[in-house]
């Protein structure tokens, strides 16, 4: 007897076998193309591979991503604490996210924020990056991702006190951070900063407590005080770190001549109360040709407006806060924050430390963003 082999398995002919294989196939397909289109980290880097940016950048060879960035910045009406760390980034409009000045801000807003040994005891305090409208979007979606509040801040030129210094043409919108008066005092650190220890204790150093002017103080028309510049605000709160000599020791001292001039005030670090009046008493410093050297510009317009014989003088910080052209030896001793670029430090002993903080950074939110899908 011939037998008759049926014309196909008798499994394959079950409806609900045939409902199974066709979920799984749409279920895989669906996977496959999730994993594909999902924003990515922006970039990976040789010293800190990762499955996820490997994945990554395969599919870019051959598929198109669609930007998830939006041109927005965000505002400062819902930030509940009275102090605020911040810093200025100028950027460049072909500026990409591997310049080293971008790179700077990402490791001060790691070192703020998120890292153990430096962010602030206080975490309601915010990192605010006031940025030129020349910082490209991917730059400024980044730093939000970051956990950094970025606000872009309108442009401050002045016709004589400029610089032909490329990286110092925008400096003096450095001057929008006055606008913050959501804040009763505010940090302002340059972005080639590097944290050694947290600093929210700077806003308990005796020297920021808001004081007087000398002009509230007599009623009366100082020699200092000059009729053709605007009214000085009734008080303020200025204080900051003296510019340092390359060679220094640890603690600087005047009586080892630490220091070019004990009154000169170095701008990549200050601590000041925001307010719209004093903004409007250095735009009309602008006004006046002449009044103080442009070379640079903001620092200089800071130390003619709160220099030590005028109505408003500038207070000096504890300087373990804060040293511009650190040696190893100050981080040895204590200082909790220095001032040099991490990719090209004037103490080259300090390149170990300043490079592992970029890696430690570029480690910690390129794992985030794999946790979060790059969002």
């Known amino acids: 007897m011939a037998y008759n082999h049926p014309s196909s398995p008798v499994w394959s002919r079950s409806p609900a076998r045939l409902r199974l294989v066709l979920f799984l196939s749409v ?9 594909l289109y999902s924003p990515q980290p922006p970039s990976c880097y040789s010293n800190s ?8 950048h395969k599919a870019k060879d051959h598929l198109r ?70 910082v490209p979007q991917e730059q400024k979606s980044r730093l939000q991702r970051d956990g950094a509040i970025v606000v872009v801040g309108e442009s401050i030129q002045s016709d004589w006190a400029k610089t032909d210094v490329g990286k110092w043409q925008d400096v003096l919108t ?50 200092v005080i000059k009729p053709d510049e605007q009214p000085l605000p ?19 001292t005047e009586e080892n001549h630490d220091f070019p001039n004990l009154n000169y005030l170095n701008a990549g670090f200050f601590v000041f109360k925001p307010d719209v009046d004093m903004l409007g008493y250095y735009l009309s410093l602008l006004d006046i040709p002449g009044r103080f050297s442009p070379d640079f ?21 504890d300087l373990s806060w804060n040293i511009h052209m650190p040696k ?32 430690r950074m570029e480690g910690y939110f390129e794992s985030r963003d794999a946790v979060n899908g790059g969002v």
């Open 49 to 56: 591979d990762t499955v996820v940016c490997r994945v990554a």
């Open 65 to 134: 991503f669609k930007s998830h960035d939006k041109e927005h910045t965000q505002d400062l009406t819902g930030v509940k604490s009275k102090f605020a760390f911040a810093t200025f980034l100028a950027g460049r409009e072909d500026a990409t996210i591997d310049d080293p000045y971008f790179i700077a801000v990402r490791m001060l807003t790691y070192q703020l924020l998120h890292a153990n040994e430096t962010r602030s005891h206080d975490r309601s305090i915010p990192f605010v990056v006031l940025c030129t409208d020349k």
């Open 174 to 223: 450095k001057l929008r951070i006055w606008e913050f008066t959501q804040f009763e005092l505010v940090a302002l650190l340059d972005g080639d900063t590097v944290l050694t220890q947290p600093l929210d204790g700077v806003f308990n150093d005796p020297a920021v407590y808001h004081r007087d002017s000398l002009i509230a103080k007599t009623n009366d028309i100082d020699p």
């Open 27 to 35: 279920s895989t397909l669906m996977i496959f193309l999730l994993i």
């Open 328 to 359: 190893l030896e100050d981080v040895q001793g204590g200082v909790k924050s220095i001032h040099d670029k991490w990719w090209q430090p004037g103490d080259k002993r300090l390149a170990p430390m300043m490079e592992s903080w970029r890696w």
């Open 234 to 252: 009734a008080t303020y709160s200025f204080a900051g770190v003296p510019e340092m000599k390359p060679e220094h020791g640890y603690p600087p």
């Open 297 to 317: 510009p903001e620092q200089n317009l800071l130390n003619y407006a709160h220099r030590r014989e005028g109505a408003m003088p500038w207070l000096q910080l």
